[in-house]
């Protein structure tokens, strides 16, 4: 065992839970983690009060919560300052349901974030189960581990930023070294590099490891092999532009019943969705899913089924022509289809404050908030926003920043946000909801953020005050992605694209059809843009039975 395992840590007063967990938590992990368990309460606060002063890594903090102990939950309360990074786990006994309330309570509040059962049987999967998913969790959020993909570099750069955010959104293993640091010099003298454009990506999974200098992001895809040049001439059935939840589904659901299918991302799986950190409301994950975890899965089901991809390329214009649609892409190709399923989803809305889109990748961001948040550990933080999102990404910032602030520009947030991240965001001990609050301005030293200026929305109000800040992420309002779009598809007032004229979301255009965020009236949740791609693609089946696919020579 080395002081550098991350620590896993049962701490229950009940000597039949403590036996039956200690011994399964030993013999399945005792060879990555340090297993500690403690029988007093007061002890194991102590023991997490020195992991934190040594600097050890805390994975996870399982409580028990039963007829013989009682104060397992008050005891996850507790450790939440002493160990914020870490996963919190309640074990309950099967068959206690008197326990449940309670339990689902704590869990409400963000007290705890998953329920375990007890095992009763060797080899219970269902325990380990949820314990290894949320080990992945946790292994996900630090970028600890295995390097697939090394970056050198600027950490506050915006390039730098872009990259580390993309693989990490990616599910790539990525490692970040600081340029100037005995580590970065090390691995530049190895690669032949002096004083190098910034930043460096080194391969580290091909043979020999491939080095990019300041790549592109084409360079990068290309450099990754996992495309193949499109034959010339090929027509698709279906080709999906963005990889969000609803573009995911859709090509789920195409390639699975037989329809050739390529999928466009410009950046990364996911969207939106794949920033969020903990997803609670999503149908089937009690536990909760990361959005990452929940965007690869979807990726590597249409993989499996035979979606081909086409990544760090944008679309940057439709041509529609009938019974086939082209598709132009930012690297000069193009795409031949009989249908597109516009998936193209939403940016964030700016700021609009200049002196803080000068900061972009300096302590000012959007979304993101999962990739650097380790960077943010001990800082103070500002989110602004009252959505969802919002809230996820500052539920996942406290756990790192030393306080953060969530600006609401309205009275309250009943009217946006999921009563549960309500209720885990005020039950915060270092974190602040402020409302009637707008960022209007910024401070920066050698470069960096250090402080906002923060004004009240309200009529009549003209105060403004300065927060200290080494962070500021913005989550607020959607601007749709359809600048790509001829004006042949309809859109609304604020840019998003209008369905149902003709086939349910079908846009104005036949064979061109619209679905996730991207949609005009489109409900902004996980699984409505789920259901939007798989609807789409039993619409999708009619139009091409009707419309047979075509001999089209390459141009």
Known sequence: MHDTDPVIMLATADPVSREVMGGELRRRYGSDYEVVVAAEYAHARAILEGLRRWGRDVALVIGYYGPDDREGLTFLRQAYPLAPAAKRAVAVTWGDFASSAPVFDAIARGHAELSLVRPERSRDEEFHGALTDALDDWHLAQGVGFEA???????????????????????????????????????LESLGLHEPALPVVVLAFTTPPTTLVDPTDLEIADAFGLMEPLPAGQVFDVVVVGAGPSGLAAAVYASSEGLSTLVVEQQAVGG??????????????????????LAFRAFQQAWMFGTEYSFMRRAERLQPGGDVHRVGLSDGSEVCARSVVVASGVDYRRLGVPELEELL????????????APSMT?????????????GQAALHLARYARHVTLLVRGPSLAASMSDYLIGQLEATRNLTIRYHGAVVGGRAVDGCLVALTVADTRPGHEAREELEASG???????????????????????????????????????????IGDVRAESIKRVATAVGDGATVISVLHGYLAEHPSPAVTAT
Do not use: K
Request: charged content about 20%; proline content about 5%; some cysteine.
């Open 149 to 187: 993909v090394r970056v050198i570099g600027e950490a506050r750069d915006e390039r730098t930023h872009m990259l580390r955010d993309s693989f990490a959104r990616n599910h790539i293993p990525v490692g970040f070294h600081q340029v100037g640091t005995d580590a970065a010099h090390r691995m």
């Open 272 to 293: 939106q969705a794949g920033t969020s950190s903990l997803i609670r409301n999503y149908p089937g994950f009690s536990r909760g899913v990361s959005g990452a975890h």
């Open 361 to 372: 990748g300096r302590g000012v961001f959007y979304g993101a908030a999962v990739s650097e």
């Open 378 to 390: 001990r800082q103070g933080v500002c989110v602004v926003g009252g959505g969802n999102s919002a």
């Open 472 to 514: 500021l992420f913005v989550l607020i309002g959607s601007v749709p992605r359809t600048g790509w779009l001829p004006e042949a598809v309809e859109r609304d007032e604020s840019g998003f694209v209008r369905t149902g004229s003709g086939l349910p979301l079908e846009t104005s255009v036949p064979g061109i059809f619209a």
